[in-house]
């Protein structure tokens, strides 16, 4: 079975900081890992996904997350956040092998960006 | 760019009705998804789709829901007998043939059961 963590529901960070969002995952084999965003009134949109090759994922918009496997962690950063930024965001882990296509998410972080 | 498109965006029904929300995957893609998110909860699977038939399917997809690939471009989601707790955000999803995982999201249908 696999789970996703997101430590931090909310998250509020100036105009211009680093953006550090928190994500831990449980599986019992090696997964796939991927951030999405949420704008408001609008669905999910893929920032970055890990797929067992490089461990530093680059994404859409800045963002990039490394994948520690000792860590079981997959965090998401952008190193000055923009205004625009401010959105839910969600990590979410599907199996590296067989069939099933299916994606566990986290329970989301609202990230506010301040003027 | 090709994207995922939902109908309706907001339904409002009564309990007991039966809903059909639509949705429009990406042309070329093969596998089919329903997730949906309860306010303020997390996302969650309900069932995939391939190749005509059920391929997976949570413990949330009972008897009362029914997916349907009617022609060859939308994708359904019937609830026969809406109850209050399927108020949600409901979103399609689809993806292509070689398996990265990534799913493109439609922009997902608001169902509230009144």
């Known amino acids: 079975a696999q789970s996703v963590t997101q430590l931090g529901s909310h998250v509020s960070v100036s105009e211009g900081a680093l953006v550090l969002l928190r994500c831990n995952y449980s599986?019992?084999?090696?997964?796939?890992l991927f951030w999405y965003v949420q704008y408001p009134n609008q669905g999910l949109q893929l920032l970055l996904k890990y797929t067992s090759a490089a461990t530093l994922v680059k994404g859409i918009n800045g963002f990039e997350a490394e994948f520690k496997k000792s860590e079981t962690s997959f965090h998401l950063t952008k190193p000055s956040a923009h205004m625009s930024d401010a959105a839910e965001y969600f990590c979410a882990v599907s199996p590296f092998s067989g069939s099933a296509r299916q994606l566990t998410f986290g329970s989301g972080t609202q990230l506010t960006v301040l003027p | 760019e090709p994207e995922v498109t939902q109908t309706p965006s907001h339904q409002v029904t009564q309990m007991g009705q039966e809903v059909i929300l639509r949705c429009v995957p990406i042309s070329n893609h093969l596998y089919f998804y329903w997730y949906r998110q309860i306010l303020g909860q997390k996302v969650e699977f309900l069932v995939s789709f391939y190749n005509n038939e059920i391929s997976e399917k949570s413990e949330i997809f009972d008897d009362q829901f029914s997916v349907e690939r009617p022609d060859g471009s939308n994708f359904t989601l019937k609830i026969r007998s809406t109850k209050l707790e399927d108020s949600a955000m409901y979103f399609c999803?689809?993806?292509?043939?070689?398996?990265?995982?990534?799913?493109?999201f439609g922009e997902g249908s608001r169902l509230t059961v009144l």
């Open positions: 599986s019992s084999v090696p997964p796939y």
């Open positions: 999803a689809s993806s292509g043939t070689g398996y990265t995982g990534e799913l493109f």
